[in-house]
């Protein structure tokens, strides 16, 4: 079945860094644009990037650009967020997603949270 875990969220003071990472098993992953979603305190869950299942063409929500990046690793079934400059409203739960479309629908893993903060 399709397993997906993040991990390297955590607290983070403004200004500063952190890649998240999504592990990927149960489905052939190369084969598959990925997301990611994230989800603030009292907010619906929200889409932030997607890349195609080549690594070769991203999107990303336009309000994030230039602090957000996503890529992917086929060899390893993985899929990175890469975020600078955090603030404190990306103070989230951050969620890695098979597919595209509508977020709500997709398989997605038990999320990593990501607290910034001084």
Known sequence: QVQLVESGGGLVQPGGSLTLSCTASGFTFSDFVMSWARQAPGKSLEWVSTITDDGLRTTILPSLKGRFTISRD????????????????????????????KMSQLPRGQGTQVTVSS
Do not use: Q, W
Not at 74 to 97: F, G, K, Q, S, W
């Open 74 to 101: 086929n060899a390893r079934n993985m899929v990175y967020l890469h975020i600078n400059n955090l603030e404190p409203e990306d103070t989230a739960v951050y969620y890695c997603l098979k597919g595209a479309g």
